[in-house]
């Protein structure tokens, strides 16, 4: 379990340099990942779920800073987006606009999809292919883009 050691060694490295934002939210991380294990038990946790467990608290702290913006809260948008940063060094690299774009129209060819209709499929098979290296929010611009243009 390279990510938990990683995780702990980080912790500890926060708590070394006295980083109080960093340690936050890694010890919010570790608590989230701990929740997810006594879920799971007498099953073992696996890397993917704890990779969904960081993407998860991810897709939180952006909504929340998307609802602290709204509401004028600069100083909550602050802190959600510190803790964001360090949520998404744990995450693989994104796929760019170009290469998800190349993957959809790989997809609609091989589904034969036609109409916006069929967006359920193509978006199930394109999460898939990308196996959480592209924001599911832009994949389904993308999907809905390319299906209204067929």
Not at 110 to 121: D, F, I, N, V
């Amino acid at each position: 379990m390279e990510i938990r050691e990683k995780l702990m060694n980080d912790v500890k490295e926060a708590m070394k340099s006295k980083d109080a934002v960093r340690l936050g939210a890694l010890r919010f991380l570790q608590a989230a990942v701990k929740n997810r294990e006594i879920e799971l038990r007498p099953n073992a946790i696996t890397s993917e779920e704890v990779m969904g467990v960081i993407r998860r608290l991810v897709k939180q702290r952006k909504e929340s800073i998307d609802q602290y913006q709204s509401a004028g809260r600069q100083d909550l948008v602050d802190q959600e987006a510190a803790e964001l940063k360090v949520l998404e060094t744990y995450l693989p690299q994104q796929m760019g606009r170009e290469q998800l774009e190349k993957i959809v129209v790989e997809v609609i060819a091989a589904l034969g999809a036609k109409t916006p209709k069929e967006m359920g499929a193509v978006m199930k098979e394109v999460i898939v292919r990308t196996a959480g290296t592209a924001d599911n929010k832009m994949i389904s611009e993308v999907v809905k883009a390319k299906l209204n243009a067929v």
